[in-house]
């Protein structure tokens, strides 16, 4: 378990990193960031102290804590891959009005030579 914990706490601060990169290029808001940062630190204090959600998974009747970090990762994963398709079909609609507009303007304006 040494190991998988290690390789967690290592992935944790790479993932840091990646946020810390990509706020100094501002591709995120403050308090994107922040969130962002508080998983994480959340994450790595999970993966260094695993016993900590020992009575979240009792109470719950998981049997090992690993089951419930698992659970738990799922639910957040599809959270996430929701969040991403309603933003894509978001820029999409908006990309699509921008195309017919743009389109409509070009028309009007080769119809008027």
């Known amino acids: 378990m040494i190991l998988l914990q290690a390789i967690s706490i290592i992935f944790g601060f790479f993932?840091?990193?990646v946020v810390r990169i990509h706020w100094s290029k501002a591709h995120?808001?403050?308090f994107?960031?922040?969130m962002w940062i508080a998983v994480w630190v959340g994450f790595i204090f999970l993966a260094t102290f695993p016993q900590t959600v020992g009575g979240i998974a009792q109470s719950l009747h998981i049997m090992r804590i690993f089951d419930l970090l698992v659970i738990?990762?799922?639910m957040l994963i599809t959270y996430v891959t929701f969040l991403n398709r309603i933003s894509y079909k978001k820029l999409?609609?908006?990309?699509?009005q921008i195309i017919r507009k743009n389109a409509i303007d070009e028309t009007s304006k080769s119809s008027k030579h």
């Open 15 to 17: 993932m840091l990193y």
């Open 28 to 30: 995120l808001k403050p």
């Open 32 to 34: 994107e960031s922040g």
């Open 72 to 74: 738990t990762s799922l």
């Open 92 to 96: 999409e609609k908006k990309l699509e």
